[in-house]
């Protein structure tokens, strides 16, 4: 009990110690720090564009629309009791009729086909249907249309999914792209950390051979330096936090420029409450990563002479 | 306490620093082990503090065979042993209290016992109420008292130095010698290695004279 009270009790104070020893050099740690945030700020902010990118494409309901021409055959009573039974499912939002006769008048219209059409024996249009799934995810839009497709009233579905999964597709590689990303400026992370902490281990390699030769552990001496490299991970991760913050904040005003000009509502989402917290102790445990691959290989060589 | 038995020891630049040398320190005796520049006296005192390993022989300390102290088992080894350095090996980034609390900090001490045995060691040396100071505002002299108080505090069985007046004037020099001499009283072994024979020879201690790697003189064996 009283051993394990000293041990918390030294680790609380190699904690204030290593705090205080960023303190003393401000201007060197600021630098590291800022190394280490903007390493850090780079995969999050392109991980806080991929995410806004995805909200916009979940946000494009119309995406997933897609028209069912019925047989020419079909009357306008069949063509409702189709509409009622495709609406009725419980994967569609809803469905919208247009009456072929309607279709006709308007096509006349607006065409300017108007003497040919009359040529035509009766209406060459057929009844419409446009659905609207309640999901915009390829898989489901493919299933609903599938069953449409199947019912014997069906002549065609026009589904034009391509660009959504092509959008998907590449909103899927850039997802991987900012992954690898992450994964390369994590290890320069831990190398940025590991060069500051192998510096201090040099700078302190008397006061480490006395602690030796005093009978201190390799544990003892190796926690002073996990505590820096534990804060520089953590300090450099906030700024980093707060690097993504202001970026979204310069961004914000022209992203609400172009939304309302194509009409929309969307706004600029930043990093979520979690993915904040997985960025702080994922810097901090890199710090300690550097500052603990650091000691295993530069602490042994500090033997008393 | 110490014992050497026929030990050799070669650098790797083929160097043989010692050569051979058996003694046999009791606990609670105090010598001196003297002798020219590199007759071996740094290596001697390393062996015994586990810096290095001999070639060949044995060193017993306190009837442990050194060779089969893993390196991981050499901290609480040394926590045992009271080391005193002729540069003084002071941090000086922290007061005279931590470096002297530091063995005791490494040992586990708690807060209040750590602070005890802080000025008792400081009271001994003679610089009780010197805790808050840096090191570097102190004299030589001073400096290597607040090594010796780091070297006792812990109240280790065994207490080595190597040329620990190397810097000091006559007077000074005395003094220190006194303050070993007083350790030793209450009980505490005492090798010091030094090369100033004239400070020495008014002292009734034991001396162990190395030359060339050999043990030349020894004034008075201790039993086996």
Same mark, same amino acid.
């Given at each position: ?26 201007? /060197? ?21 991929? #995410?806004?990118?995805?909200?916009? #494409? %979940? ?6 629309? *897609? ?10 009573? #069949? /063509? ?10 419980? %994967? ?47 898989? %489901?839009?493919?299933? =609903?249309?599938?069953?449409?497709? /199947? ?16 959008? !998907? ?50 544990? *003892?001496?190796?926690?002073? *330096? ?15 936090? =707060? ?22 509502? *969307? ?6 409450? !979690? ?20 000691? /295993? ?9 | ?22 003694? +046999? ?36 300390? +306190? ?48 807060? $209040? ?36 108080? $780091?070297?006792?505090?812990? $109240? ?69």
């Amino acid at each position: 009990m009283a051993s394990l009270r000293h041990y918390l009790a030294l680790h609380r104070q190699n904690l204030l110690d290593a705090m205080r020893r960023l303190a003393s050099q401000p201007f /060197a740690s600021s630098l590291t720090v800022l190394v280490i945030a903007i390493a850090l700020a780079l995969p999050a902010g392109l991980r806080v564009l991929v #995410n806004n990118a995805g909200a916009l #494409n %979940d946000s494009w309901e119309g995406a997933a629309d *897609f028209a069912v021409y019925l047989k020419i055959d079909v009357s306008s009573e #069949n /063509a409702a009791r189709v509409a009622r039974t495709i609406g009725g499912r419980p %994967d569609v939002a809803n469905v919208t009729l247009i009456d072929r006769a309607k279709a006709l008048e308007e096509f006349r219209a607006k065409s300017g086909f108007g003497d040919a059409l009359d040529a035509l024996e009766g209406n060459p249009l057929p009844h419409t249907l446009v659905v609207r799934p309640k999901s915009g995810a390829a898989g %489901d839009v493919e299933a =609903v249309a599938a069953a449409v497709r /199947a019912l014997p009233e069906t002549d065609l579905v026009q589904l034009d999914t391509a660009w959504v999964t092509r959008l !998907r597709a590449m909103l899927a590689l850039a997802g991987r792209m900012v992954d690898l990303a992450t994964v390369l400026l994590a290890i320069a992370v831990t190398i940025v950390v590991g060069n500051t902490i192998r510096l201090e281990i040099n700078s302190r390699s008397v006061e480490i051979e006395v602690v030796k030769l005093v009978g201190g552990s390799d544990g *003892f001496i190796r926690r002073p *330096f996990l505590y820096l490299g534990l804060w520089y991970g953590l300090a450099g991760a906030g700024a980093a936090a =707060v690097i993504v913050a202001m970026a979204l904040w310069a961004l914000e005003p022209p992203v609400r420029a172009v939304a309302t000009l194509y009409g929309s509502g *969307f706004e600029l989402a930043g990093l979520p409450l !979690r993915e904040t917290a997985i960025l702080v102790v994922g810097g901090a445990l890199l710090g300690w990563a550097g500052a603990w691959l650091a000691t /295993a290989r530069h602490l042994g060589a500090i033997e008393p002479k | 306490m110490i014992r050497f038995e026929n030990v050799f020891k070669r650098y790797p630049s083929g160097r043989e620093a010692l050569s051979g040398v058996s003694f +046999n320190l009791q606990r609670g005796e105090f010598a001196f082990l003297t002798g020219p520049s590199g007759a071996g006296k740094s290596t001697l005192l390393r062996l015994i503090a586990l810096i290095e390993r001999p070639t060949r022989g044995t060193v017993l300390i +306190n009837n442990q065979n050194t060779a089969r102290i893993s390196r991981g088992r050499i901290p609480p080894f040394r926590q045992r042993l009271g080391v005193v350095f002729q540069d003084h090996k002071l941090l000086h980034d922290r007061s005279v209290f931590d470096n002297v609390a530091l063995p005791l900090v490494i040992a586990g001490a708690s807060r $209040r016992e750590i602070e005890r045995r802080v000025r008792a060691a400081l009271d001994q040396v003679g610089l009780l109420g010197r805790e808050s100071h840096a090191p570097i505002t102190l004299s030589t002299g001073e400096q290597q008292r607040v090594g010796i108080a $780091r070297a006792v505090a812990p $109240r280790p069985d065994v207490l080595i130095a190597d040329e620990p007046t190397g810097n000091l004037d006559p007077d000074l020099s005395r003094e220190i010698m006194e303050l070993f001499t007083r350790f030793n009283e209450v009980g505490v072994t005492v090798l010091i290695a030094t090369h100033d024979l004239e400070l020495i020879e008014h002292l009734p201690h034991r001396q162990l004279r190395l030359v060339a790697g050999e043990l030349a003189a020894d004034s008075g064996r201790g039993d086996a």
